[in-house]
């Protein structure tokens, strides 16, 4: 079993459709959350990050962590064109990052 | 200060030959980590330095792989005897501190061995 389970998609939607994109993990170890945007033959940049369960929010979107479910949610608003990539999630023990396969996400005009 | 370069952009090797990456992370960032990026695949780690020490090692770094940060400024990846399952991203990312709240990338070296 892979450390952190991620849909690889792909994913289609209408612009200013919600997008939810979605990851699962084993360790419970895990503590910082993140997800990162990668845009083909680019390296990631990291849109969010969270600590522990909860919610956060930036802009257009939205982070959940539910640890107790070891399941980690990107919600994206007002989807846009510019949107279109891959977003892989990410989670942190130790000095190690542990990366989803990322999902594949299309937002056609 | 741009962000994190990795040169070349793309590199196609033959199968046998020796390659070298370099990686110019940001510089007040301590931290500089190698990843190694397959098609469909999430960032795998494959080392780390803290400046100039190597602190940690993936078993996925075989024998044929050597990385180095001789001033704790930028660093060095190199391949020997390339095989064609070495053809992957190899990314290069930075931080200051422990990067608990994330990385930053640089953009990578894409590696074809033919």
């Known amino acids: 079993q892979k450390e952190v389970e991620q849909d690889p998609g792909p994913l289609s939607v209408p612009e200013g459709a919600i997008v939810s994109l979605n990851c699962t993990y084993s360790?419970?170890?895990?503590?910082?959350f993140m997800w990162y945007r990668q845009y083909s033959r680019k390296g990631p940049e990291l849109l969010m990050y969270?600590?522990?369960?909860g919610n956060k929010e930036d802009g257009r979107f939205t982070a959940q962590v539910d640890k107790s479910s070891k399941y980690i949610s990107l919600f994206i608003r007002d989807s846009q064109p510019s949107d279109s990539a891959t977003y892989l999630c990410a989670m942190r023990t130790g000095n190690q990052f542990y990366f989803g396969t990322g999902t594949s996400l299309t937002v056609i005009p | 200060d741009t962000g994190v370069s990795q040169n070349p952009r793309h590199k196609i090797t033959k199968r046998g030959q020796n390659v070298t990456f370099r990686c110019d992370p940001i510089?007040?960032?301590?931290?500089l980590y190698w990843y190694r990026q397959t098609l469909g695949q999430g960032p795998e780690f494959l080392t780390y330095f803290q400046n100039e020490a190597q602190l940690e090692k993936s078993r996925l770094l075989s024998d044929r792989f050597s990385a180095e940060r001789p001033k704790g400024s930028f660093s060095t990846l190199e391949i020997q005897r390339t095989e064609q399952g070495d053809s992957a991203m190899y990314l290069c990312?930075?931080?200051?501190?422990?990067?608990?709240?994330?990385?930053?990338f640089g953009s990578g070296t894409r590696l074809t061995v033919v």
């Open positions: 360790n419970s170890a895990f503590q910082y």
């Open positions: 969270t600590y522990s369960s």
């Open positions: 510089s007040e960032h301590n931290r």
């Open positions: 990312a930075s931080s200051l501190g422990t990067g608990a709240y994330g990385y930053t």
